[in-house]
């Protein structure tokens, strides 16, 4: 009896296990870039935890695209993160230098965006603004600005 019984007990602690493990496993995120105007380059995804590491512009992951798969200005690509909470910016990288180049007045050169947010005036975004639940929106849209 105490045999049996240890053993379901294992067996539910087991399941257990690895049901939380393949919850808490990175996911397949989806992002669709739209509105880039030209083949040439790479696109640079940056995702942020916080706002803390966002004004520092410290991303936890950093992912470069080519646009070979570029379609009337729409790219699709995908990323494997943790579920949580994240912020992404883009900067399309028509130089291919890993930066995004400004002018003399500091305004950006080269187009740039934010996850599900759309820059509509001349101030930079806070965190809150542009952050999304992968485990309520595994899929983000981004549309490229350009100056």
Known sequence: MKKSALF????????????????????????????IRSAKGTIILNV?????????????????????SLDSGTLIVKC?????TYGFTI?????????IDK??????KEGFGFSNFFLEKMKRPVF?????????KPKIDIRVKYM
Do not use: H, W
């Open 8 to 35: 379901a007990i294992k067996l539910i602690v087991g399941a257990a296990l690895v049901f939380l493990s393949s919850y808490i496993r990175a996911q397949e995120t989806q992002v669709k870039i739209t509105g």
């Open 48 to 68: 942020f935890k916080d706002n803390e590491t966002y004004n520092k512009q410290q991303p936890c992951k950093t992912f470069t695209f080519d646009k070979k």
């Open 80 to 84: 494997n993160l943790e579920p949580g």
């Open 91 to 99: 900067v399309d990288d028509e130089n291919g230098n890993g930066k």
């Open 103 to 108: 002018n003399l007045i500091g305004m950006p």
């Open 128 to 136: 809150d603004d542009f952050k999304v639940d992968l485990k309520l």
